[in-house]
């Protein structure tokens, strides 16, 4: 089978080009997100790989259909660029669900770290031989409170790190694990008793702006943000007017919601126009990195190998479990992995 592969990076291809040959498979590398007008470039291929800021539209699959694509591999975990109502008995669209979670986890805790010590702010001074830490101080965590909003592997391991650092824990989740080992309390009480919240759910239309203005003000003055799950979950412009109005003490972002212009490129030769990133960017207590908390060598290899083995199960007409499901999506559950059926199979089976 053959791949075109969107939005293709150098260390993309490291990963690709090693494993490809494994599995049989050619791989084309197009450099240009996946649009509708460059769609052509597919023509004559089996699968489509893209990453996280291609836009699947309700258009694009249409036309990867008629090209004869079957599948749309994502070697990434979230879905929500992704229009699969459009795809439903079209194009099978698959993902990675799970890489590395570790380097997820470990990244929101290194972002966290920095904020709360200000170590962005230190590499910057002693770079400059100015060695006075004034207005460095952060807090203990020891003894303080984390919400954790999201309990899924993420979160979960996340809850283990801070746990690690003598953390209480509170949680926070729309589908509450059976017998957790840490307190579920509403958003209300979350927003409200956490010294720390980290954002470990997925963006749906339910979890779009879920940090907002309301929620802001009733965070403690003295909380510390971290967001490295997607962008949307916080209204940019709600945030930047609380940590203007000192409502929040630090932010770490690893996701912004209008990050499909910029992160993963150089800009550094342009002029940046999105006000709200650079308002953002410009407060010292703000930490803003590019999407990167899933880059480990480790997670690189296993999104490789995941999305190789995903086009290979179609291919061989096995069960996709891999598979974005337009029954689960829209309803959270679906019981087609119970009868290991695909999305296709199960309207049939529904029928
Ligand atoms: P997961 O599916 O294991 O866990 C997600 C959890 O969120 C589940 O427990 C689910 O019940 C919960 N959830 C769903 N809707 C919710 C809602 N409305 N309110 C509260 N909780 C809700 O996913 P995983 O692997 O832990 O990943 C979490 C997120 O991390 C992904 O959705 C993705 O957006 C993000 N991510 C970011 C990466 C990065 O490099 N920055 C890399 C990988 C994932």
Request: hydrophobic letters at 40%; aromatic letters at 10%; proline letters at 3%.
């Amino acid at each position: 089978m053959k791949i075109a592969f969107y939005d293709a990076k150098p260390y993309d291809k490291v990963w690709f080009d090693r494993l490809a040959p494994e599995f049989g498979y050619k791989i084309k590398y197009i450099e240009s997100r996946l649009t509708i007008d460059n769609c052509i470039l597919a023509k004559n291929y089996d699968a489509v790989c893209v990453f996280v800021n291609d836009k699947v539209t309700a258009e694009v699959i249409d036309e990867l259909h008629a090209m004869g694509v079957q599948a749309i591999l994502l070697r990434c975990a979230g879905y929500n660029n992704v229009d699969f109502k459009a795809a439903f008995e079209k194009i099978y669209i698959m993902r990675v669900a799970a890489y590395s979670p570790y380097a997820v986890a470990e990244y929101a805790s290194a972002l966290l770290l920095s904020v709360n010590r200000k170590i962005h702010r230190a590499y910057s001074r002693t770079r400059d031989y100015n060695f006075n830490i004034n207005g460095l101080m952060g807090m203990d965590l020891h003894g303080k409170t984390a919400g954790i909003i999201g309990t899924g592997r993420i979160g979960q391991i996340m809850i283990d790190i801070l746990r690690g650092y003598g953390m209480h824990i509170i949680a926070y989740d729309l589908f509450p694990p059976k017998d957790p080992s840490f307190e579920m309390v509403s958003l209300e009480r979350l927003w409200a008793e956490s010294d720390v919240i980290s954002l470990h759910c997925p963006l749906t239309p339910e979890t779009k702006h879920l940090v907002n203005a309301e929620s802001l003000s009733q965070m403690k003055p003295s909380a510390i943000l971290i967001n490295t799950s997607r962008g949307g979950l916080i209204d940019t412009a709600a945030l930047n007017e609380a940590v203007k109005n000192r409502q929040i003490m630090g932010v770490g972002l690893d996701v912004y919601e209008e990050e499909d212009e910029y992160f993963f490129e150089d800009r550094s030769n342009d002029i940046l126009e999105d006000e709200a990133l650079i308002r953002l960017m410009s407060f010292p207590n703000v930490l803003v990195t590019s999407h990167q908390a899933f880059f480990t060598a480790e997670a690189m290899e296993a999104i490789a190998r995941t999305t190789l083995e995903n086009l290979k199960r179609l291919e061989n007409g096995e069960y996709l479990e891999n598979e974005i499901c337009y029954h689960c999506g829209l309803q959270g559950t679906c019981d087609r992995h119970k009868n290991r059926k695909n999305c296709f199979e199960l309207k049939k089976a529904d029928e």
